[in-house]
Each structure stands twice: as C-alpha cells, then as structure tokens.
C-alpha cells in the first residue's frame, strides 16, 4: 500500500497542532497521506437501509427515532427479509459495495427479530455485497453470531467525546459504546465508527473523539464523519447548520491520524453543495452513503443521479467491492 506509518499513539497535543493548522495546508497534507493508500479516484458508494423504523428507547438528543420525541417520523416494524434483499440487489445494481442495515433498538435481544437479522445478513452476503449492520449495543456471543452470518461489518459511532457524550445521551455510557466496538473487534468483524459534528460540542471535543478512536489498539476500517441532521422536535432541531468547512477540517484531521481507513462522508450531504462535498474528497473522505428513497436513515440524503452526476464532474468512481475489502483487510 504505501509507507505511511500507522500509529496509535496520538497526544492530544499533536491532533491539536494537526487539527488547527490553516485550512489549505491542512488539506495539502491529508490529500498526500490519501494518495499514499488510496486510490484518489475511487469512492466506496454504500447503501443504508432502515430495516426497523423509530420507537427507540433511548434519549440521543439528535435523533428522530427516540420515542420520546415528537417527530412525526412513522414507526415501523421489521422488515421481511426478501423486501431488504431486493432492495440490497437494487443497491449493487447502481454501482454500490457495502450495504448496511439499521435498526432503531438500544440493544440487540437474542429473540426472533434477531433470528430475521441474522437471515437478512446471509442473504444480502449471497448476492454479493459487504454487508454492514447498526443494531445498537451487542455482546460477545451475538457478535459471533453476526460474523458466521457473514456479517464484514458493524456499525457503532462514538457520536462525540467521552467528556461531552452525557451532555447528549443518559440512556448509555460513553464506556458501552466502547464495549461493543471491542466485542465486534473480537469476533473478526471490521469496525466502522466515528461522529457527529454540530451537537453544540467544542473543537477540543472534536480533537478528543478523535484522539480515542485513533488510538484504539487497531483503528476502525472505517470511520463516518457526520454533520448533525437537524430533526423537528428532538432537543438539537434548532442548532445552527454545521459550516462546511468544519466537515472538512475534521475529515482532513481524521485522515491523517487514520491513513488506511475508510473515511466517509456521511449525514449532511444532502445540506452541501457538489463544491463542498469536492472539498471533502480532496480532504480525504473516500465512501459515501446512498439511498434509492432519498433519505438516510429519516432524515435527506442526495438523489442517486445527482452523486452520478457529481463523480462524473470530478472524475470519480465507484469503489468496487474486491478493492474495498483490500483496503479494509489492511490491518490499521
């Protein structure tokens, strides 16, 4: 790949020097690291779906499907597995890799919902694609479990710093969130997590969430960047738009600290511009989230034919899957 040295060792001091710098030697410098392990050209097009619609139990501030809040988002039940696999099939069709499904539970229970999750897993692993979940909190066992489905990865973000996580969510510890990325470590699932910008947290927050996930003893292979999707009726709806050039800073920062990971530019597009988001891709974002309904997760995302349009302006291409999972099978 390249002989970009991969470190987990990070101080907080040498990501504030690395985060703070002028934006454009910021960028100069994590367009390097990019093109040092990853092809430039090439962008992991990934597809969410939510297979279990709200009614969570939880209080995260900025998400629509907290029962709690009064979104006016539908609830709906689990999906049947033959709907998820077409629309997986439909998802390969237009060009993406990874498919990823999402379910609106605090915690995954070993019941029949989980049996349903399980043949969702091998059934989009059949026709081809890296198959992806984000169910919540999951134990060791249930970990294995995903993994002899066929599950390659998990998602599970830090969302923020520890020290500023308890400002957004009490319905969990910043320290659960760490146990479950160790137990999909464990069970040889590759790890996908990262944050959300915008929450009303500080640029040392920032800096913090970055310095865990960087230092972890293996760095996820993928790492979301997200800017908060302001919702109507969660306790976050009336936050300001999060500036795009703080998407950048923090996507360039993180490619730095984490050369070889998936970086992806995830909530917020459907906010940015296609020069804003060109930007990204120069910073060193390489996979973004699609959606044949237009939505990520309940909240917008960009139509499909307008990222077509956009990877033809900037000369970019769909990552293909052989490509993605070498990338991924990089230790980091």
Not at 39 to 44: D, R, Y
Not at 254 to 278: F, N
């Amino acid at each position: 790949m390249s002989n970009t040295t991969i470190r987990n060792d990070w101080s907080i001091q040498e990501i504030e020097n690395i985060y703070h710098q002028p934006l454009l030697e910021l960028v100069y410098q994590a367009a390097t690291v990019h093109r040092e392990c990853h092809k430039a050209s090439e962008v992991q097009v990934c597809t969410l779906l939510s297979v279990k619609t709200g009614g969570c139990p939880e209080d995260c501030s900025y998400c629509g499907q907290a029962a709690r809040y009064h979104t006016g988002i539908t609830v709906k039940a689990l999906m049947d597995k033959d709907d998820v696999v077409a629309i997986a099939q439909r998802a390969k069709d237009a060009g993406s890799s990874r498919f990823c499904m999402a379910a609106a539970w605090r915690e995954v229970r070993d019941n029949r919902d989980f049996d349903k999750i399980i043949e969702m897993v091998k059934g989009v692993n059949e026709i081809g694609l890296e198959v992806c979940c984000t169910l919540g909190m999951i134990n060791e066992a249930q970990a294995e479990r995903l993994q002899e489905a066929g599950l390659y990865a998990y998602n599970h973000n830090l969302d923020s710093s520890k020290e500023y996580y308890q400002e957004i969510i009490s319905t969990r510890t910043y320290d659960d969130r760490l146990a479950t990325l160790n137990n999909v470590r464990k069970a040889g699932i590759s790890v996908c997590s990262g944050g959300i910008i915008g929450l009303g947290e500080t640029h040392e927050d920032r800096i913090r969430m970055l310095h865990t996930l960087s230092n972890l003893e293996q760095h996820p292979e993928s790492v979301p960047v997200n800017a908060l999707a302001r919702v109507k009726g969660t306790p976050l709806a009336d936050l300001p738009k999060v500036d795009s050039w703080e998407m950048v800073r923090m996507i360039a920062t993180a490619r730095i600290l984490m050369p070889k990971a998936m970086v992806r530019l995830s909530a917020g597009r459907a906010e940015m511009t296609t020069e804003e988001q060109s930007w990204c891709f120069m910073a060193g974002a390489n996979s973004i989230f699609t959606s044949e309904s237009e939505e990520m997760l309940v909240t917008p995302n960009p139509k499909l034919d307008d990222d077509r349009k956009m990877f033809e302006l900037l000369g970019l291409k769909p990552m293909q899957k052989d490509r993605a999972a070498a990338c991924s099978a990089v230790k980091v």
